[in-house]
């Protein structure tokens, strides 16, 4: 049985502020299996956001079950918390958050540095390995302001590969991007998914990228709506009239 890597059971996060009570989770369930490639969708507000942050344990859940590869995950200590992050989870932003004064290698290397424990030889040896894997060798040695948006994008995706996480949580990962170089930030995480078997879950607001992953996942005020089929498992069983959920 394929291990299952997030496990979420009605997940609910409220924001209180004065009289006012936001609902923004309101019993979320979701699971994840190790190998899938998963998009999250849905309308400005629907949770999509703090779902994510939830995810990437930045955020606590007011009530509900988070386990993370079989661990559970909702109420760690700050400090822990880190170390989990840093252990489990490759995180893909909107803005790539890359750092300008350090090179491309030097980006791609901090959440080894930030694990401790690792020879300066060996990461520098899988830095180049993930550089390679991306098609971003040669830039090793750039710094962020001298790279596109895309190949920005490229190094961001490399950083959250270079530690082997259980899961790659994707934020809106083709947000900053023109149509062109989004397409190719896409291409990217399906060819990890299919010939690297890494485990995605991304969030979009865009349905056309959402329909690149092997299942979609809808919110709308705080609750999955919604389940179906991507577009790249709908063209493996395209003689199949009977795919359920497909879209």
């Known amino acids: 049985m394929t291990e299952t890597v997030i496990d979420v059971i009605d997940l609910k996060k409220i924001y209180r502020t004065d009289q006012v009570e936001t609902h923004a989770l309101a019993g979320v369930d979701l ?21 994510m942050a939830i995810l990437g344990l930045l955020d606590d ?4 079950v988070y386990r993370l590869a079989g661990q559970d995950a909702a109420h760690l200590r700050e400090r822990d918390r880190a170390i989990f992050r840093n252990r489990h989870i490759g995180f893909v932003f909107q803005a790539f958050n890359l750092i300008g ?10 959440p080894l540095i930030y694990r401790g424990g690792i020879a300066k030889a060996a990461r520098d040896e899988r830095v180049a390995a993930i550089l390679s894997d991306i098609g971003m060798a040669h830039r090793a040695q750039h710094y962020p302001a001298q790279l596109s948006g895309g190949q920005q994008q490229r190094v961001a995706i490399a950083r959250a590969l270079v530690t082997e996480p259980d899961i790659i949580l994707a934020d809106e990962p083709t947000g900053n991007l023109d149509s062109k170089a989004g397409e190719a930030v896409m291409a990217l995480l399906e060819d990890l998914n299919t010939n690297k078997g890494a485990t995605i879950l991304m969030v979009t607001h865009d ?41």
């Open 31 to 51: 699971a994840v299996k190790r190998g899938e490639y998963v998009a999250v969708t849905g309308p400005s507000g629907c949770g999509k956001s703090t779902l």
């Open 61 to 64: 859940p007011s009530a509900g």
């Open 101 to 110: 004064d350090l090179s491309v290698a030097e980006n791609v290397a901090l």
């Open 207 to 247: 349905l056309h990228y959402a329909r690149r992953a092997r299942r979609i996942v809808r919110l709308s005020d705080g609750q999955v709506v919604d389940e179906s089929f991507g577009e790249a498992v709908v063209a493996l069983h395209k003689e199949d009239d009977h795919l359920p959920g497909a879209v």
